[in-house]
C-alpha cells in the first residue's frame, strides 16, 4: 500500500465527518493567524517611545533595556573646542617643536572643554533631581551653545568647578607660544632666516585671530571690563607699557626689552599670571621692538597709575629710587612710561586702576 508524506491510503471513501475536517482546519488556522497578528501588532506598539516629557526626562537615570536585535544608542559627539581657542593651520609651519606643542595644546582644550560639560551636567543632573524645570531648561540650553558653538558659560558654579582646567588651559597656551617663539629663534641661528620669517608670521596671524575671537561677544551677557590689574616686571628703562580698550602691549625704546636683561627671559606678571611678550624681533635682547597684544576686557582707556615697588626681586616691599615713571593719553591708549636713566634693571609692580575723576 502506497503512502505520501506518512499518510496511509486504504482505498476507502471517506465519511461526511472527515469531509468536514477540512474547512474546520481551515477556520482553526485562520483563528490562529489572526491572534498571532493581533498578539505581535500590540507588541509592536507597546514597543512604541513616549512623547518626551519631563517626566521622561527625571525618569532618565533607569535602566532601560536594549532589545535583542536592536542598535545601541548613538554615542554622544564630542565637546566642541571652547570659542576663543586656536586651531593649528592645516597648511602651517611643519616642524618637531611645534607638532609636540600643538599636540600638547589640542589635549589640553579636550580636556578642558569635558571639564566643561561636566560642570554642566552636574548642574543639569541637580536641577533634574530637584524637578526644577526652568534651572534644567538654563542648564540644557547652555550644553546645546557649548556642543555647537562653543561658548562658556559664565555662570559662578561652573567657574568654580573647571578652574583647574583654566589653569592647565592657560599654561598650555603660554608653551605654545613659547615653541614658537624657541623655533624663530633657532631657525634665525641656523641662518634660515626664510623660515624664521614664516613660522614668526604663522604666530602674529593666530594671536590676532585669538584676540579677534576673545574681543568678539556672541553671548548674551557682556564680559566685564576689569576696574584694576597689577602688572609685575624686570625693567631696565626706556620702556612703555601701552593699555588699549582691547588689552596691552609692549613698546621697547632702544635699551634691554622688558624682562630681557641681562640675558633673562623673565615673564611679566598680570595680575599674578605669567605673560612672556612676543616680540617682532624675539632674537634680540635689546633695540626698538614692540610686543603683540596680551587681550584683557579693559574697555574706557580713563585710566591712572600707581607704582606699588621697585626692588631686587620680584616680590619685594618699598621702593628703589629711581627716574620717576609718568603718563599720557595717546589717541586711544594710556601709556605708562619708564624712563632709563639708572644703571641696572629692577623689578617694577604697578597697579592699573579705571579713573573716576572726568
Known amino acids: 500500500m502506497p503512502s505520501w508524506e506518512g499518510v496511509s491510503y486504504s482505498g476507502k471513501r471517506p465519511s461526511n465527518r472527515s469531509r468536514e475536517c477540512p474547512a474546520m482546519r481551515t477556520l482553526v488556522c485562520l483563528l490562529a493567524v489572526g491572534s498571532v497578528i493581533f498578539g505581535g501588532l500590540k507588541h509592536a506598539l507597546a ?15 533607569e535602566p532601560q533595556a536594549n532589545p535583542a536585535g536592536s542598535k545601541a544608542e548613538a554615542t554622544p559627539p564630542s565637546p566642541k573646542r571652547p570659542a576663543g581657542t586656536l586651531s593649528r593651520p592645516a597648511d602651517g609651519v611643519q616642524h618637531p617643536t611645534l607638532d609636540k606643542a600643538w599636540a600638547e595644546y589640542d589635549a589640553t582644550v579636550s580636556k578642558t572643554a569635558e571639564s566643561i560639560r561636566a560642570a554642566i551636567a552636574k548642574q543639569f543632573d541637580a536641577a533634574t533631581a530637584k524637578g526644577d524645570l526652568d534651572a534644567a531648561e538654563k542648564w540644557q540650553t547652555l550644553d546645546d551653545k557649548f556642543r555647537e558653538a562653543g561658548e562658556v558659560p559664565a555662570e559662578p558654579e561652573t567657574k568654580t568647578a573647571v578652574s583647574a582646567a583654566i589653569a592647565d588651559y592657560k599654561k598650555a597656551k603660554e608653551e605654545l607660544a613659547h615653541a614658537y617663539e624657541a623655533l624663530v629663534k633657532s631657525l634665525t641661528m ?44 624686570l625693567i631696565d628703562g626706556d620702556s612703555e607699557l601701552c593699555v588699549t580698550p582691547k588689552g596691552i602691549y609692549w613698546r621697547s625704546l632702544g635699551v634691554a626689552k622688558p624682562g630681557r636683561h641681562g640675558g633673562k627671559n623673565e615673564p611679566t606678571f598680570v595680575n599674578g599670571q605669567p605673560w612672556i611678550p612676543l616680540w617682532g624681533q624675539p632674537n634680540q635682547e635689546r633695540g626698538n621692538d614692540q610686543s603683540a597684544l596680551l587681550a584683557l576686557p579693559i574697555g574706557d582707556v580713563n ?7 621697585v626692588g631686587l626681586n620680584r616680590g619685594d616691599k618699598g621702593i628703589i629710587p629711581r627716574s620717576r615713571i609718568q603718563s599720557r593719553s595717546e589717541a586711544d591708549k594710556f601709556v605708562i612710561a619708564i624712563p632709563d636713566k639708572d644703571n641696572g634693571s629692577l623689578w617694577y609692580t604697578i597697579r592699573v586702576f579705571r579713573n573716576t575723576k572726568r
Do not use: C, H
Not at 202 to 222: D, F, I, Q, T
Not at 303 to 309: P, Q
Open 47 to 61: 514597543q512604541q517611545p513616549e512623547p518626551a516629557t519631563l517626566e521622561n526626562l527625571l525618569k532618565s537615570d
Open 190 to 233: 641656523e641662518k634660515k632666516i626664510e623660515d624664521a620669517k614664516t613660522a614668526r608670521d604663522e604666530w602674529r596671524a593666530l594671536s590676532r585671530e585669538k584676540e579677534a575671537k576673545s574681543s568678539s561677544n556672541n553671548g548674551l551677557v557682556k564680559p566685564r571690563m576689569m576696574e584694576q590689574f597689577l602688572v609685575e616686571a
Open 303 to 309: 585710566l591712572g597709575f600707581e607704582l606699588v615697588a
